[in-house]
């Protein structure tokens, strides 16, 4: 059988899934109360299938698609498809606590934007494929679903936003901050369709490892008329723009100078223009 689920935690998701969506949400007390029971039966089933106890295989085997279907059943899961990153394990990527994507190595990556059906009745098929061995990562979806963001090397050798066209497969690279020596990434669209991204525009480096981790602020562009703003001001790094459902900005900051703990990334948000900015959790 397939490895269980942890049915308590399946079980308190439902209970949490029902409170909050009511009717929108398809399962029902009956449905709770069978994967309750998956939860009370599981350790016996696991030990039963274990020695080889076919009964015990199919129900467990029952059980885990039971819970699969109510997990999926999550009103904010109702789409049918989802963009995703494939990248080759042996190079993921991924920066240091105290670094952004300005620390990772230009090239050196077998990765990909791909496409999966939720209901796994097709494969995966690639998206965008860079020419190249470089990094792409970073996506933010557009609100209609017709195009995204993507953080990729650019033109001039550093770290800049490209915007793929889903409909065409047509890339671009977008011209923001196109200084020497400046990094830009993780790029998001707001709701006026203004851009929001992190850049090391502000040239500031981690002291505490001779600036050579270069620090990333964020800034808001304009793509109609290119005006930039800046909207953060720290010494320290701001990453991750992500819109909240009320219109405000979610972002990572470090809180790094006073405190014993020094890679510490507290979620803050602000307004789309830098103001009212304050700590989220």
Not at 152 to 167: T, V
Request: glycine share 6%.
């Amino acid at each position: 059988a397939d490895t269980p689920p942890d049915f308590r935690a399946v079980c308190r998701a439902v209970e949490d899934l029902q409170r909050s969506f009511g009717s929108d949400y398809p399962v029902d007390t009956a449905g709770l109360d069978l994967l309750r029971r998956a939860r009370q039966q599981a350790p016996h089933l696991e030990q039963a299938a274990a020695a080889g106890d076919a009964v015990a295989v199919s129900r467990l085997q029952d059980y885990n698609a039971k819970a699969r279907k109510a997990l999926l059943a999550n009103p904010l899961l109702q789409f049918d498809r989802l963009l995703f990153i494939r990248r080759n394990a042996d190079r993921l990527g991924l920066p240091q606590n105290w670094e952004s994507n300005s620390s990772l190595p230009m090239s050196g990556f077998d990765n990909e934007i791909a496409v999966m059906s939720l209901s796994g009745d097709t494969a995966p098929h690639t998206v965008y494929r860079p020419e190249r061995d470089v990094f792409v990562g970073d996506m933010a979806l557009h609100w209609d679903a017709g195009r995204l963001l993507f953080s990729m090397p650019g033109s001039n050798g550093r770290w800049q936003i490209h915007e793929l066209d889903l409909a065409s497969g047509q890339v671009h690279e977008l011209p923001l901050i196109t200084e020497p020596d400046v990094d830009n990434y993780e790029g998001g669209y707001l709701p006026d369709d203004t851009l929001i991204f992190a850049s090391t525009a502000p040239f500031v480096g981690v002291p505490c490892v001779t600036g050579s981790s270069h620090v990333s602020n964020l800034y808001r562009c304009d793509i109609a008329d290119g005006t930039i703003r800046r909207l953060t001001f720290e010494q320290d790094h701001n990453w991750c723009p992500r819109i909240l459902p009320n219109g405000r900005v979610l972002y990572l900051r470090w809180e790094y100078s006073d405190i014993p703990h020094f890679a510490s990334r507290i979620l803050f948000h602000m307004n789309p223009d830098g103001t009212g900015q304050m700590e989220y959790y």
